[in-house]
Every structure is written in structure tokens, then in C-alpha cells.
């Protein structure tokens, strides 16, 4: 399908690697907050309600641009954590057009042992931030301009 | 091997209701002496081991409070809960998780209704409609929220076979009705309403509709999707589940326009002093901390009930219904109460000159446990002109020998109290 | 032996604790391969083995639905549940069982009291007052019905240590309060409220009261009487009961002229199409089946509690919240929130610049389980200037050793995202 | 105490030992039904709602009268076992002083089997009839010209 950027499944399968040299829960978390370091993240206008990730705990603004057919995202947290979370959305997702994105499985979290973060209910917010991704891929299909 | 052997083509049915009936264990004990008989599953049914394991299971295991937290407890039961959240949108056919909302028992959830929809849409001179054959949980909450509103309550008339006839609902379903609520299984007769073409009338006219489906659950499959139905509800503990725990069905779209009637933890998005805003659904509707272990339960009776097959508790329960009007209709002082052509396994009857009670209790000393009174329909009895019927309702795990020792145990109470000669 | 040799006075107690957390299976785990140390009581408690099997057993033999049945199962259940209800009026103090509702917990008995007391008391331009301090079932509830009927919510301010001072509670009952709201003890500061003294100030200038007593029941004692408060509510989850249960005590005078909210079965006298008749209290506010088997854990579990005695209950969680003040005291990073002079076994403290959620996911990957964020109290959390907390609860069984675990396992934490020096 | 009419206690140990010689539970009921046969029941405008025991599945309704510091109730039921168990009150309490009344403890019901009328909750009604009685009972004490 795509060939340029790597798929995403090669990414998370890149990504899932790079998490197990790592020896325990201690490095894997040091490995993940460290990713989030290198996340931009947002300016302070674009922290708006709208962008507002619901089901955070932590509070998670995302944005999303398509151009090109190619996504785009940004985002940005109050925590440590759900930024390295963000980190590694960014890393699978930006620069993949928006049919794969919705034809993909995100299972990177789980692979590396963050299932938690995962579950349903509302502690976290990877759910609503696949969710946000997804809506957005999916308007994106649907705006002629963009494909 | 020919076809007229029906002792092979049976074969397979037989293990299953004796296997069935094992992994309940209520079901085996004596009562005064005898071994207990139980016939009161439309008040409430028993429990499979494997309802009441996962339950003990969460508590031993899992226990923690839902939502918000981030410990691994509190991750397990937040799965475990809107797992179970996700089985019931299967199990009834509903389309996304926003339209289930937990909550304590079929009676809460049409209160819920009454008062947040009632509140937003019934005015002076509105109709309320809903039948003769109503329990009091569909009936009473109406007639508060037309007292406080100034709708009008309207009952669809029973005939003497005990069913309410579908012209009178075309009839009584007009410009002025606003919901149309009924039970879909009558608790006190067993009359099956055609639930699907009710449903379809009031909708050709506009009319929001519920359906009470406390009777329905562990009898019948219930597709919500199919049935086109706006609200419906239920109770765990009518379906094998537990106690403390129903369901209130919402169509997504009409949901969202719900304001909450219960205000507190969860159900918030955010709250200042001046002003708060809700959550969304499902959790706007569930204030505060739910019945976890008694959903967990709920999730269990939905698997315990498939892993069962409707079509195998369908026949089952048709068969024995079939053998209890045949027996109960032997004993000539019976008379039945209600004679609906479509009936589930629920049999009302009285004995003239004997009050329920005392066959009741004169039952219970025989290890028969059925249940005497109103059956909360006592605007249905006075229809009757009684006060009361005995009711024997089943489940598939009864026996075509319990039915006979029913038989044998009224015909005794009834020698005791004079109405029937010595033999 | 003289008195310098602390360990023999000490033999008596150390046996206690560890019996007594034998009893919670929920406490023997392994949570991401450490042994699980559960800090998270004022979200819910575990469960001691008895109220699990008393459930169990209520499932496995006296399962029925209660009240009106005159079968042998129903008069059990029946029994067992107005049994419970008996008890409770005596673990709480009060005088007769008209005074003990079955809710489905503490958010549930205070919507009650809101939506029945307050449509009935509260007019446009009348004052609730709550304090800065409230779990938001004890606010939300009142906003909606001060929406409702014109009142207005005011607040008592919190101070900078987390305390409500009763010199502000005075200034603010005055004569157009109606009732005063409080929680007696902060979920999120643990702030122990004078109780007696803010009923006793209410109460002489003829104002209602409603004590929050969530936090409270499985740690101190309850005597309605001698408070004399007017409503009092708590959940049976968070004394070791199970979920889907509540209380609502209120004073029976008081009770008596309450309208009920829910309409069904078994709260009903007569029902006619034209109107209907409440039942006595207490069924009168108890709509529908009741939690039979959740209202059986509530009483095993006033036995539990009962059987360990609120002195050594009392004693040891003050230990337990002193030592765990040291011990967290000791971390400079950590910055509490509330300080008050009179507190429950609950700490909250920030890091700052660490979200709390970080710290949390940090403790459980641990095994330690404590719950971050708003606490259910987000304008409490407003007037600290914080999003949320880390809150540390305890109950009699954690252990000091579990203390020193968290101490360690925040340092560790703390270290990971370079707040601390490797050592 | 009071010597004539015989103790309560007495009657219920009298009514216990005829239940005993009955050798199982149809005849013990048999025999309950039969005494309730003998009970007189109330002329109809006596069946008030002020009358009506609450509490019962049955219909019991019940009144007293207090003569010379004596208690004598009549009571009708519309079913054979409540009109048994009102003969089992009617023997054990008519004639007796509201003081004795009040002191008296009616175990009769367990003794002969009978414990699952006495339960709390509202299938029936004999918590009610003696809530009755012992209410009545008082009001007579407290009334000066009965003592
Ligand atoms: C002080 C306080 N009030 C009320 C509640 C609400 O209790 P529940 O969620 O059991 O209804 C809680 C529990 O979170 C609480 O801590
Ligand atoms: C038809 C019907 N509706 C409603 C109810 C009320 O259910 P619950 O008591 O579980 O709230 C019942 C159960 O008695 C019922 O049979």
C-alpha cells in the first residue's frame, strides 16, 4: 500500500522491539517518558476545550491536519506518561494516509506491557486518543480536498 | 433405527435440563421435609453456581472501585464492568455501549424514565398509555409524574381471557398520547403481548414507546433493534443474576436528550459551585459508585443463559407449560385466572371459597414454593373481582414430576380444607 | 515486668491485625509481580471472607424475593433482610426500623433527601448550605434541586489546612438556611468534622441536617441518637460490604411527611387507576426488589466490624495514619494537601511538577494501589490550585510495613522522573 | 398473678401439649382450621379500615374492648388459617388484664410450629394482630376508669 513512510505496522513492530531490550518495568518507563520529552506539543491557543481529550485523567490535547492525504498529528499532556503514550501514537501515526490509519490495529501498548492503559472506563485516555485520531482519519476521507 | 423410536431422537434433550438443573444450588434442599419445588421464578429466579462464583470471584479478586482509577484493581474492575457493559448490548441487541445504563432493578429504570422524559415532555392534557395488565412499577410511576405534570393517565382495557387486544391499543393510541409503556410478559398471567406490532403502531402516530421486559429476560431472546422499542428494562435478579441490579435500554439519540435525576460522583464532567455539566452517557445516567459486583453477576447470567440456547429454553418451557395447564386443569375446583392465547410459563388460578393464602401456605408444607396475592396488579384483580390468585410460574430447570407433585399437593390442601371428598 | 519493656503490653494486639487480614482474600496478591498494598479504602473497602459467604449463602439457599411470599424461601429472605435492617438500626443508634431505608448507596440517599425533603421545603430565595470540603453527591444534588426551586447553594469556606472552622458554619446557618449538608469526614483530606457541634448549632436555629457518613462507617462509631442529626447517609461498599447498597437514616417524624420519588412494588398500599396509597415506612421509600443479598453483606459486615470493636479499630488506624505522616512527611518533594488538626486515616499530597496520574501508574507498576485524581471534589481541588492529589487511605489491617513499601516505592518513583538523585 | 381465668402461660402450655398428641402437619392444621371455625367474626360494619391489621395477605380485621380492667377482642379473617391463628389469640389473651397483656410473651406459634407466621416482613399478620392487641392493651392502662 504506502511505501514511504514505513507502515505503521512496521513501526509499532520497530517500536515493540526497541521496548524489550529493555530489562524492567523501571527502564520501560524511564524509555517511554523519555519519548514523550521529544513531543512539541501544543501552544497555548490550540489548548482548547475542543481539543480536549475526554476519559483523560490527565488532561491530553490532540490535533490532527491532513494534507496531502497524509495525517498529522500534535498533542500535548500534563503527564509524564500519557506523553510518552503521545509520543508513541505520533511515531506509528503521522505521515500515513488516512485509510490505513483506520485500517489499523494499534496493539504497540499491549505488546510492550501498557495494557492498562488501554482499558476501557475513564482513568485513561489512549482510548479517546485512538478514538479522536480515527474520527479525524475518517473526516478526512470524506472531504474530497483531501484525498 | 425408524422414526417412530422417540426414545433415540429425545435422548440428547434429557441430560441437558438434569445437568442444567445441578448447577443450581437453591434447588436442592428440603423444605419441611420434602424436597423443595419452586415455582416463583416471575419473583425471582435462583442462581447457577457459576452467577454466584463470579461474584464471589470479583469479590475475592478484584474488588475495587470503577473508573478514574489507575491502580491495577481498580483497571480489572473497570473492565470487568463495562465488559459486562458491552455483553448486555449483545445480548439485547442494542447498538453501542450509550445505551445501556445500569441500574438497580426494573422499577428504577422506569422511574428513571418517568421523571426525565416525563419532566421534558409531558404538559397538561397529554395521555400516558398503558395497559389493564400492568405491575405496579409500571403504573405507579406514571401516575406520579402525571400528578405532577397534568397528563392524563389512560389504561388499554383486559378482556376475560386476561390479553388486551390490539385494536383497543390502535384505538387508544391517538394525537394526544405521548408514551406508550407496556409489559411486554404479564407477571401475574402470563399473557404475551405482540410487543413488535404495539411498538410499530405507536410509532406510525409519533409515540415514544417502553417496554417493561422484567418477565422476558430469562424466557425469550429481546432484540431491541428489531423491535424498534424506545426504552426497555429489566431486572438481573428475574434472569438468574443478582439482586440490586437492572437495565435500562435507551435509544442513543433520545438518551442524550435525558437530563440526570440523580446527581454525584461519576455522572459529572465538570462541577463548579455555580453550575456543573454532565458527563457522557453512559455514566451521566449512573451516579455514583454502581452495583459492580452485582453487573459481574448480571454478565455471568447473560453467559450462563446463552451457553443454555434460547431455542432449547423456549421448548422446554413451552412443554412444561403445556403439562401444568394440563394437570392444574384436571382438578375440577381450579379455575383459572386469565386464559391467554399466547402465554408464557405463568399460571394463575384460584379455588372459590379458599383463600390463596391458605393454599399457599398448605403448599409450602408440601415443599411447594409458588407465590399468593396481587402479584403488585391490583388494579388487575379488582378487573377479576378477587383479591389475589395462586401463581405457578417456571423455568426450564423445573420438572414434569414437580408439576405432578403440585397436582398430588393441591389435591391434599384441598381434602384438608373440606373441598374435596376423602378418597 | 515493669513498664519499660513495651512488648509485652504490646503481645496482645500484634496477633489481632494479622488474623484479621487473613480474613481478605483480596489482600493476598501479587500485582505486577509485588505483593499488592491496597491504600485506596475511602474509594471502597475489601471484603472479609464472612460477608462474601454470607452472600453465597443467601444465593445457594434462602434466594427469593422478600416480603408477601408466604413460601418457606421468602419468609428466609424476608427474615434475613428485616433482620439486617434490625441491625442496623442498632449499629447506627437509632430507635426503631421505620428509620433504616435501603438505598443503593450514599449517593442515592442524599438524591433522596434533595428531590423528596427538598421539592417539599425548599422555596425560591431559601438557602442550602454544604461545606467547601463535600464529595460531589453531597453537592450536585443540591444544586439540581436549588435549580428546581429558586434556592441558593451557599458554601462554608475550607481554610488553608483543610478545615471548615465552626465559627463559619455559625455565621452561615441563619435564618434562611433550611438545611445544612455536611460531610462528616473529607474522602479527599480526611478532615474529621465536629459533627455534634455543627448538628447541635443547625438544630438551634431550627435548620435541618444531613450528615455524609460515608467516610465514617467503617472507622468510628455511629449514634444517630446522640447526634440527633435529621438524615444520615452512607454505602455498605466502603465498610467492607459489598457494592449496590446504602442507608438512609432519617428521623422518623421527619421521614413520615416525606413523598416518595420511586413508585412500584412493594412501597404501595392500594393502587387504583385513579390513585394510590403509600405503604409504612420503611417500604414506603423502598420501591421494587431491594438488594436482598446486598442488604445480607451490609449485616455480615456490621458483624465484622462489630466483632473487632471500635476501640481497636480506632487505635490502630491512628497509629497507622501517624506513622504514615512520618513516613511521607519525610519526603521533601511531597507537599500536603490539608493539613487538618482533626483527621481520618487519609492523606493527599502533590509532587510538584508531577501529575499525579504519573505517580500513581509509577506506585501501582509496585503493586501499590492508591487513587489519584479529583477525588469526586473538583471544586475542593480548585481552591487548593491543584487538578487532583495521590491519596493514601488506610484501613485497620494495612500494615506498617506497607507504609514503609509506599515510602520506598515513591522515592523509586520519584528517582525515575529525575525529581530525586540517584542514590 | 390474675388466677381466674387460668395464666396465659398456662393456655399456651395447655394448646401446645393438644397440638403435640397431632402427628403431623395436616393434622395440626386440620385441627388450626377448626378452631377457627368456632371463632364468632365480626358483624360487617366492623370491617373498617381503622379495624383492618395491616400486614396481612389475609385480610384480618380485629377489635377489643376492655371491661373491668379485662381484655376481649373479637376478630375475623377471610382465610381458614388466619381465623385459626385468631382463635389461638382469642383463647390465650380474652380475659386477661392489659398488664398481664403486656407482660405476656406469645411463643406459642414456635412451639407448635407454626414460627413462619410470626415472621417479620407483611405475607401475614400475626405481628400485627399482637402489635394490636399489646397497642390496645396500653391505651387501656393508661385509660383510668378500665383499671
Ligand atoms: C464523602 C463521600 N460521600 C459520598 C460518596 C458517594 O458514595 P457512593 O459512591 O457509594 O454512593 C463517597 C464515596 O465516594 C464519599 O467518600
Ligand atoms: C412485569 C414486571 N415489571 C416490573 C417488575 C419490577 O421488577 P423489580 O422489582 O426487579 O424492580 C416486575 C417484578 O416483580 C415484573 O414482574
Known sequence: MSNLPSTMKSIQDQLAADFEYLDDWEERYAYLMDLGKDVQGLPLEEKTTDNLIKGCQSRVWLTTRCENNRMWMSADSEAFIAKGIIALLIKVFNGQTPADILNETFDLPDRIGLTAHLSPGRANGLAGMLARIRHDASLALATPNNN | ????????????????????????????????????????????????????????????????????????????????????????????????????????????????????????HLKAGDEVLVTGLEHHANLVPWQMICTRTGAHLKIVPVNDLGEVSTESVAQMLHSKTRIFAFSWISNALGTINPAHEWVRLAHEKGITTLIDAAQVVAHHPIDVHGLGVDFLCFSAHKMMGPTGVGVLYGKKSILETLEPMVGGGDMIDEVTYEKSTWAELPYRLEAGTPNIAGVIGLSAAIDFLESIGWSYIERRESELLQYALLKLGSIPQIRFIGQPNNR???????????????????????????????????????????????????????????????????????????KVQAQ
Not at chain 2, 433405527?1 to 434447588?27: H, Y
Not at chain 2, 402479584?375 to 405432578?404: K, W
Open chain 2, 1 to 120: 433405527m425408524n422414526q417412530s423410536e422417540p426414545t433415540e431422537c429425545k435422548a440428547p434433550q434429557e441430560p441437558d435440563w438434569k445437568a442444567i438443573r445441578m448447577e443450581f444450588p437453591a434447588l436442592h434442599q428440603q423444605v419441611n421435609d420434602s424436597p423443595l419445588v419452586y415455582f416463583d421464578h416471575a419473583a425471582t429466579a435462583q442462581k447457577p453456581r457459576k452467577v454466584i462464583d463470579a461474584m464471589t470471584r470479583y469479590y475475592e479478586l478484584d474488588n475495587a472501585n470503577v473508573h478514574r482509577g489507575v491502580h491495577h484493581l481498580s483497571q480489572r474492575a473497570t473492565r470487568a464492568y463495562e465488559e459486562a457493559r458491552m455483553k448486555t448490548v449483545r445480548f439485547i441487541g442494542a447498538e453501542n455501549p450509550s445505551e445501556v445504563i445500569f441500574t438497580s432493578g426494573t422499577t428504577a429504570s422506569i422511574n428513571l424514565v418517568a421523571q426525565s422524559w416525563g419532566s421534558a
Open chain 2, 344 to 418: 408464557a410459563g405463568v399460571i394463575s388460578f384460584v379455588v372459590d371459597g379458599v383463600h390463596p393464602y391458605d393454599l399457599g401456605t398448605l403448599l409450602d408444607e408440601q415443599g411447594i414454593a409458588l407465590r399468593t396475592g396481587h402479584h403488585c396488579a391490583q388494579p388487575l384483580m379488582r378487573h377479576f373481582g378477587i383479591s389475589g390468585t395462586c401463581r405457578v410460574s417456571l423455568a426450564l430447570y423445573n420438572t414434569f414430576e414437580e408439576i405432578d407433585q403440585l397436582e398430588k399437593a393441591l389435591i391434599r390442601a384441598l381434602r384438608l380444607m373440606g
